[in-house]
């Protein structure tokens, strides 16, 4: 038997006994945690413009966007807070029930070691996946264009 469920904005009592029931059924339970195309979008939707060209540069690069493609608009300052936004989307998402808890992070920082950022990696798998849900397009007016 599969089971798909979808809860778009649960209210917290909610979520808390669905989680509770899932936690009792563990063991027959598998969370569907994979990027799709419509969560990639919406990931892309939830972040500053600053990370969605983060985003934008790894997915039109083949996954790899390095620090000095990203200094270019910066002239050459620091690259901190670029990042952080990534990190809060994902566990805004997992609160808002937009994808469950354990999804891989897009992007990853690379380089010699603490505060030393050589660029960002997106693992291969997702490349397609976001380089799909960045260039699609959105009806003018609804509220979900990229700032592109």
């Given at each position: 038997m599969?089971?798909?469920?979808?809860v778009e904005e649960p209210n917290d009592a909610f979520r808390a006994d669905l989680l509770a029931l899932l936690a009792k059924h563990a063991a027959a339970v598998k969370l569907?945690?994979?990027w799709t195309?419509?969560?990639?979008?919406?990931?892309y939707q939830a972040v500053p413009k600053r990370a969605q060209r983060?985003?934008?540069?790894?997915?039109?690069r083949d996954g790899f966007v390095s620090d000095e493609i990203l200094r270019e608009d910066l002239d050459g300052k620091s690259l901190r807070g670029h990042a952080g936004p990534l990190k809060r989307a994902l566990e805004r998402g997992v609160r808002e029930g937009w994808w469950p808890?354990?999804?891989?992070?897009?992007?990853?920082?690379r380089g010699p070691g603490?505060?030393?950022v050589k660029g960002y990696q997106m693992p291969q798998e997702?490349?397609?996946?976001?380089?799909?849900?960045i260039t699609m397009p959105h009806p003018a007016g609804d509220g979900t264009s990229p700032q592109r």
């Open positions: 599969r089971i798909v469920l979808t569907d945690s994979e195309v419509e969560r990639a979008d919406r990931f983060l985003l934008r540069e790894a997915a039109v808890e354990g999804m891989q992070p897009p992007l990853a920082p603490f505060g030393k997702l490349v397609s996946t976001f380089f799909e849900a």
